[in-house]
């Protein structure tokens, strides 16, 4: 068996294949259907030299079945794979195949999973339904904001904050990725003062509210404070899920069914391997394998101080949320199977003068959260918070924002402070 073995262009994909769509920038020398095969072969079981092998492993072979420029779909056999086992995938479709000569880079642009994949994973527990029922709120945006800088305020500090974040009518207060168990702010401490503060902005404002707390840690770990998290009423956990690995995000899925936890996954670390656009792994791959481990909310792009523009931030709305876009080049058709949508979680620079650009590039099924713009508004935090939530109220009831600022004291201060730009 040899590299040319691996392509076969007239190979129609059955429904039970992978399909993988790469995007191949070939070493000098090499042409996109000579890295293809070698993609192909090492991603799947081919090597180097030419083997005799019997029929049945060459029927594992993945296939080459098409080449469009430097875009390559390859075709992988289901029994290639083990069911609920994501590393394994990964290992095979996103391996060793980054790191070899004959490519100056691979793109693993888009999956189509078949049906056994995606089954062997639980998917979401909550989803978009049960996240709105949890909080009773049936059709606006979602609100969140993690209490800024992100790390150093004592917990006494951080709970005060989080009063105030709620009881100016923002859903969630959250944590950020690097917030953890720190000697300033130790875990179960934030958490027991800011369920305190939680209750407290419950009775006041008459709306329901929780707290997105940070329980990245070792896996037994993580299970102890999500224990924990529900010994003290709350309904969320959330989780850095590319740094603990999806591994830990399938076990920690588990524990939250148990749990009756809904799961927040942050995606700190995912520019290092999704930023580059000629190389590595794209956030919409990410997306889905974050949607099939169960995840209830996920980070996908904001267009605000973060890298990401308007199609990209689409595209991670679309796998969160539906299926694929037909009208995408770069976007393989999906059925999920009844596999719940994911929450799309809109963040990064985001402030009450270019919310609205969000909402109509995605619509109003997602969650917005914002730090700075919350807590950065002139007046405080908890103006910053009623500013927040007034932009919403302006765009639901279709009035621009500035038309509403000027019955608006706490919008109109941010309008005026930050304008309709974005940050850097």
């Not at 609100?143 to 004592?154: D, L």
């Not at 009756?260 to 996954?265: D, Q, V, W, Y």
């Not at 949607?291 to 904001?302: E, K, P």
């Not at 650009?357 to 807590?375: C, E, F, K, P, Y």
């Amino acid at each position: 068996m040899k590299y040319e073995d691996f392509l076969d262009l007239d190979y129609n994909p059955s429904e039970e294949d992978l399909i993988c769509l790469f995007k191949i920038k070939p070493a000098k020398g090499f042409s996109v259907e000579k890295v293809a095969i070698r993609v192909a072969a090492e991603s799947s079981n081919g090597t180097w030299t030419a083997l005799k092998i019997p029929d049945h492993i060459i029927e594992l072979s993945a296939k080459v079945y098409s080449i469009d420029g430097e875009y390559v779909k390859i075709a992988y056999p289901n029994d290639l794979f083990e069911e609920g086992n994501m590393p394994q995938i990964l290992s095979s479709i996103a391996g060793n195949v980054f790191g070899m000569k004959a490519l100056d880079g691979l793109r693993l642009i888009d999956v189509k999973w078949p049906l056994n994949i995606i089954r062997s994973f639980k998917g979401p527990q909550f989803g978009v339904d049960g996240i709105r029922k949890i909080l009773k709120i049936d059709k606006r945006p979602i609100t969140a904001t993690v209490p800024k800088p992100k790390v150093g305020y004592y917990a006494e500090e951080h709970a005060q904050h989080g009063y105030e974040i709620w009881s100016g009518g923002v859903d969630l207060l959250k944590d950020d990725e690097n917030l953890s168990n720190q000697k300033f702010n130790k875990f179960k401490e934030r958490l027991e003062l800011s369920m305190k503060m939680r209750d407290k902005a419950e009775n006041e404002t008459g709306e329901r509210k929780s707290y997105l707390i940070n329980i990245t840690a070792e896996v037994e770990e993580m299970k102890k404070r999500a224990r924990l998290v529900k010994d003290y009423n709350n309904e969320y956990i959330m989780i850095d899920i590319f740094t603990t690995g999806w591994s830990s995000v399938q076990t920690i899925r588990d524990i939250c069914q148990d749990l009756g936890l809904a799961i927040h996954a942050h995606r700190a670390f995912h520019a290092a391997f999704d930023r580059n656009p000629e190389h590595g792994i794209s956030m919409k791959v990410l997306a889905e394998i974050a949607r099939m481990q169960g995840v209830d909310q996920l980070h996908i792009g904001g267009l605000g101080k973060l890298a990401g523009g308007r199609t990209e931030v689409k595209n991670n709305y679309i796998k969160c949320y539906s299926g694929s876009n037909v009208t995408d080049f770069e976007m393989l058709e999906q059925d999920w199977y009844g596999i719940k949508p994911v929450f799309s979680v809109c963040s990064g620079g985001l402030h009450p003068g270019i919310m609205h650009r969000l909402m109509d590039l995605l619509s109003t099924d997602i969650v917005i959260q914002a730090g700075g713009g919350v807590l950065g508004h002139p007046g405080g935090t908890q103006s910053g918070a009623k500013a927040l939530r007034q932009a919403i109220d302006a765009y639901m009831k279709e009035i621009t924002v500035k038309d509403y600022a000027k019955t608006h004291q706490e919008l109109a201060q941010a309008l005026k402070l930050w304008g309709d730009e974005t940050p850097i």
